[in-house]
């Protein structure tokens, strides 16, 4: 059961975090008029605001009069005279009136809508809520209160007192009580309960783990979390019935707290003062704070025996010592033959004079390091390899039964023994998930042996290598894996067109893969001509990455079928509309456009949908835009879409960005801004290259940033048209 429950121990962690923090979904909103009509709304819009508002037609302001108040239909007012875009962060909005406000958090943007003759017809509104995300990260971040206090060793009452504190505080409505587990698991003792009455605890101090005790007994009977939803008719009560009724109780979840070898600890337990049933979160929350509890009970368990052990024998605080040293050894190396290798130095001389470390490897026995005081004795430890064939290999018997052999004698089977003067061996297993895949084989000579205390050692120390050697086995695998996938999603190299030359800047958010939601391609279409591409997918990580892939593999496919950009950009769209509805929780925005070389520069046709205006730099040095108009894609609603066409003069140049670049801000929270772009533009040198033009950019924006974290992905495509070769005289 431990094996199972560890081995999905990561993936539960993703699961409860998911759960806590929620699925960011997007909002969109599209307003007309002064008076901000509702014209249209995504489902997630009215989700959010709530069902009353599940209508268009009427002003926001009548629809939601409580917007008024906190300055939103002003803000409102404002982009629709100015035309100007507003980007807010975090914003807090107390949504409906009296017992049904609720109070919720956004990330949005309001941004003029324009009709085609650039006035200004409406406002569009684009946002996050990340109520469920602010509230998440104040439990994580008292969580990482409770693990420094775990690290720091303090007292078990007061981390589990702190606990329970911590998340009543949170929630308001919730009893939290910790019980742990005796010696023996068979009874439950109080652990913490600051808020349930002392009758109470003192009552259920010491009660039997078994079916049939409550919610708490129960759990740690079955190992697996027990809810109960009203205590006054589940038959899990009936002994206690009475006294949860004295206590004001009417439901209690309780979970068990495991150790990692899947000994039941103790129980967490959430109680309420009228009957509940728990949504998913409330379950996660539990499960995140009871393995926080088995931490600090394995952690005050594991100081006990520390101190228990100090205390009987001065060698055994050296072998701790020694032990942490070796993990520490261990553990910071991410090449599994490097943990190995450091392995067997690690145990000699200190464990034997003699040590080899041999890991089975496409069916053959491989001898990975040999460690000895002396080169000779060395060579001829590396020289030997064991064999599986028979039982006269104390490797292979090792391997097959997966049990530590000790001997006061040389080992069976051939090998350089006498040589080294070997009189007594222990071979110990390297297991990984309850399989050996190598052995540990210490041997000593002349008067050195091993009792029982070195044994143990011994077998602790491979059990640690073993699991440092499986994480650099799962690194090495997930790089391959990082690799891989940044092979079929990372930009693609920018190829050689006739007639142009391009550049582009790349800067990704965050750590990790370095596939986040900015894009770009260019690729060459059946007629001659180029299409190139370059957009931008709300959100980032392995969702974002995967709606990368499907904009861009979806261009490529349709290029050859469709001539019109506009209707390849509308293809994307229903490829992203048709996708499963769990995967289609974003949006995108984009410009799309064919190049065609031509005798006066680069003929160019493009289509922008929700992106940001392209900029032109043209012969005389001077900045414009494009005017191409169109809406989001991918959010259900058909986008409006008109098409630009314009040319490209020898030396000019067309830039593409993000809005990760105009939406950066500085340390004093000033914002890039379009403004700045276009001047850093404006400043690249005379007939410039494309690598100039991005040069001119990338380095202002890092001037900008002054060190500064990127918090969105940040991403330019600069097209400029080459002057005409001389021609030969």
């Not at 505080?169 to 109080?190: K, M, N, W």
Request: proline residues 5%; aromatic residues 6%.
């Amino acid at each position: 059961m431990s094996g199972t429950r560890r081995s999905g121990t990561v993936r539960d962690e993703d699961e409860n975090l998911s759960l806590l923090f929620g699925t960011s979904t997007a909002l969109f909103a599209s307003m007309a008029g002064p008076a901000h009509v509702l014209e249209a709304a995504n489902p997630a819009f009215f989700a959010a605001v709530g069902d009353r508002h599940e209508r268009t037609g009427l002003p926001l302001a009548e629809l939601m009069p409580e917007l008024a108040a906190q300055g939103f239909i002003e803000l409102l007012d404002q982009v629709y005279r100015s035309g100007e875009r507003h980007v807010g962060r975090d914003a807090r909005v107390v949504l409906g009136t009296g017992d049904a406000a609720r109070e919720a958090f956004f990330d949005f943007t309001y941004e003029a809508r324009r009709d085609a003759g650039g006035n200004v017809i409406g406002v569009r509104m684009i946002g996050v809520e990340t109520t469920q995300v602010k509230h998440a990260r104040r439990l994580a971040a008292e969580q990482r209160a409770l693990l420094e206090q775990i690290a720091r060793q303090d007292p078990l009452p007061e981390v589990l007192d702190g606990m329970c504190r911590t998340i009543e505080e949170l929630s308001p409505d919730v009893i939290v009580s910790v019980l742990l587990a005796d010696e023996d698991g068979r009874h439950l003792r109080h652990g913490a309960a600051p808020s349930l009455p002392a009758f109470y605890n003192q009552a259920i101090d010491g009660i039997a783990t078994g079916e049939g005790v409550g919610s708490c007994g129960t759990a740690a009977h079955r190992r697996s979390t027990v809810v109960v939803s009203d205590i006054a008719t589940d038959p899990l009560w009936t002994d206690f019935r009475a006294l949860a009724g004295r206590a004001g109780l009417a439901a209690c979840w309780s979970t068990p707290i495991l150790a990692r070898d899947g000994r039941v600890l103790g129980t967490f337990a959430m109680y309420h003062r009228t009957p509940r049933s728990p949504q998913d979160s409330d379950l996660a929350l539990a499960r995140v704070f009871a393995d926080t509890a088995a931490l600090a009970v394995e952690r005050h368990q594991a100081e006990q025996a520390r101190q228990a052990a100090d205390a009987r024998e001065k060698a055994a605080r050296e072998d701790l010592a020694f032990l942490l040293t070796a993990s520490n050894a261990l553990s910071g190396r991410l090449d599994e033959r490097q943990t190995l290798q450091r392995l067997a130095a690690l145990c000699s001389p200190r464990l034997a004079p003699l040590a080899t470390v041999d890991i089975l490897e496409g069916g053959r026995v491989q001898r990975v390091t040999a460690a000895a005081p002396g080169e000779q004795q060395r060579t001829l430890l590396t020289s030997h390899q064991p064999s599986l064939r028979g039982d006269d290999d104390v490797v292979a018997r090792v391997m097959a039964s997966g049990l530590t052999e000790v001997a006061r004698r040389s080992p069976t089977g051939s090998g350089p023994w006498r040589e080294l003067g070997v009189t007594g061996y222990v071979c110990v297993p390297l297991v990984d998930r309850g399989r050996p895949f190598g052995a540990l084989t210490l041997l000593s000579t002349d008067v050195h042996s091993f009792d029982g205390h070195r044994v143990a050692l011994a077998e602790e120390l491979a059990r640690r290598a073993a699991s440092a050697a499986r994480n650099a086995r799962q690194y090495a695998q997930r790089a391959a894996l990082a690799r891989d996938l940044q092979t079929g999603l990372l930009l693609p190299d920018l190829p050689d067109i006739p007639g142009a030359r391009l550049a582009a800047f790349y800067h990704p958010a965050g750590e990790g893969l370095e596939i986040g939601g900015d894009f770009y391609d260019v690729f060459p279409r059946e007629d001659g001509s180029w299409a190139f591409i370059l957009g931008d997918v709300c959100g980032r990580g392995a969702t974002a990455a995967t709606t990368t892939a499907l904009v861009r593999h979806t261009a490529r496919a349709v290029t050859s079928l469709l001539d019109d950009p506009v209707d390849i950009v509308k293809a994307v769209d229903k490829a992203l509309n048709d996708r499963h509805a769990h995967q289609n929780n974003g949006f995108v925005t984009l410009v799309y456009g064919h190049l065609t070389p031509a005798p006066d520069g680069l003929a160019v046709h493009l289509v922008r949908a929700g992106h940001t205006l392209p900029l032109v730099l043209d012969g005389d040095h001077r900045v414009g835009t494009v005017e191409a108009f169109g809406g989001l894609i991918g959010i259900g609603i058909p986008p409006t879409l008109t098409a630009s066409r314009f040319t490209l003069r020898p030396t000019e140049s067309l830039l593409l960005y993000t809005d990760g670049i105009t939406e950066c801000r500085a340390a004093d929270a000033e914002q890039y801004g379009e403004a700045r772009l276009i001047k850093a533009l404006g400043a690249a040198p005379r007939r410039p290259t494309a690598d100039d033009v991005v040069d001119a950019v990338a380095e202002d924006v890092r001037a900008f940033m002054d060190g500064r974290t990127v918090e969105d992905d940040q991403a330019a495509l600069v097209i400029t048209a080459e002057e005409p070769a001389p021609a030969r005289g």
